[in-house]
């Protein structure tokens, strides 16, 4: 039998436009539209969700772990699903889980994971992010230098089957470790290749860009800086269209002003979007953690190695779109596009909107983007 339901709310956030005292139609647990409450069609009951604002599912590209796992360390299916139920309370219903450079064995052993996480369905899984190994060691952040390699053609053969059987998979490379033709063969084959941990300069990254290469990894964070004779990775990444970025929004990757001027300097149709580089604290209370053999301190906010190097962030996305909205002058509904629909363009998945052809994957948010309910295919998955 055909389940018809409407839910309405003061306000309908579709991807694109906020609604008010709208309805999303759902049928059989996909998106059937989004239409005012005296346009609901008789055939559908009505839930009214009363006065907060339904959205689309979250969106995150950069999940390094979370219920205590880095993506490295986990070793089953349960493990990978875990990391992903750990962020669906806090409104994320898509997400690309990330491994951080590691050895060419975990590296296979992830993708696998991956690939049998992909056929059996497991819930908000949406591909994977490697970022990594094929970085500048001079930019390298929080990585191990030691297992920062050049990209060999086995490695690309192996990255293009992979792309041919997960959702999406996003590479993180340098311009110094990769070459242009490398790029073109990823891109051409379903990679989605993003730029990062680079000191390139705007010239290589432009050629990167021409490439096929169309996104940034972490703006401002582990890369050249804009600089007046040299724009860097920066500068390409707010002046070629063709690119996106991803942003940190936790005030402490970034400051209010850098992401002020970048979201004001950048040029389409290529945007800059949220991520939370989340690491395996998030959905738990723990106060440090250990990656690669090195513990990574929680205080303050902030994720950090004994020397301060800063280790992923501890932030979720509605945190991030509050910052936005508070700290840097964004309207809200620029923020909800950098946290939905944003970064399914990027990856090109039917996620991030409320729209016929979508999954019923939505977020009822209070006041200041508190979540009070989320739903995964239409089926509830949080109440508080």
């Not at 149709?269 to 990574?296: E, K, N, Y």
Request: charged share 20%.
């Amino acid at each position: 039998m055909t389940e018809r339901v409407a839910y309405t709310a003061q306000r309908v956030f579709d991807g694109d436009a906020i609604h008010e005292n709208a309805a999303v139609l759902v049928v059989d647990r996909a998106v059937a539209g989004v239409v005012s409450v005296s346009e609901i069609p008789d055939a559908f009951s009505v839930e009214d969700l009363g006065r907060g604002l339904i959205s689309p599912g979250l969106v995150d590209l950069q999940v390094n772990g979370g219920g205590g796992f880095m993506l490295g360390d986990a070793r089953s299916l349960d493990d990978l699903a875990v990391i992903c139920a750990a962020h669906v309370p806090l409104g994320t219903t898509a997400m690309t889980p990330t491994l951080i450079t590691d050895t060419p064995e975990t590296t296979r052993r992830i993708v696998a994971l991956g690939i049998e996480a992909a056929a059996k369905g497991i819930p908000a899984f949406k591909g994977l992010h490697l970022e990594g190994p094929h970085l500048s060691v001079n930019r390298k952040g929080a990585h191990d230098a030691g297992l920062i390699r050049p990209m060999t053609e086995e490695d690309l053969t192996f990255y293009l089957e992979a792309a041919g059987q997960l959702p999406s998979l996003m590479i993180t490379v340098a311009p110094e470790t990769v070459t242009p033709g490398q790029i073109a063969r990823l891109s051409k084959g379903g990679v989605h290749v993003s730029l990062g941990h680079t000191g390139a300069g705007y010239e290589a990254c432009q050629l990167a860009v021409d490439a096929g290469a169309a996104c940034v990894t972490h703006l401002f964070n582990a890369m050249s800086p804009l600089q007046h004779r040299e724009p860097g990775l920066v500068g390409a990444a707010l002046d070629l269209g063709n690119l996106s970025a991803g942003l940190i929004a936790d005030g402490i990757h970034v400051d209010p002003v850098a992401v002020r001027i970048a979201m004001k300097s950048k040029r389409g149709p290529g945007q800059i979007f949220l991520v939370t580089d989340a690491m395996s604290q998030t959905g738990t209370d723990v106060s440090s953690f250990t990656l690669g053999g090195r513990t990574i301190f929680r205080k303050n906010g902030m994720l950090c190695l004994a020397d301060g190097t800063l280790a992923g962030a501890d932030i979720d996305l509605p945190a991030s779109m509050r910052f936005l909205c508070d700290s840097v002058g964004v309207d809200r509904r620029t923020a909800l596009k950098m946290a939905t629909s944003y970064p399914a363009e990027v990856i090109g998945l039917p996620v991030g909107r409320l729209r016929p052809e979508c999954a019923a994957d939505m977020v009822l948010f209070g006041a200041d983007f508190a979540v009070e309910r989320v739903w995964l295919n239409g089926k509830p998955a949080y109440s508080p």
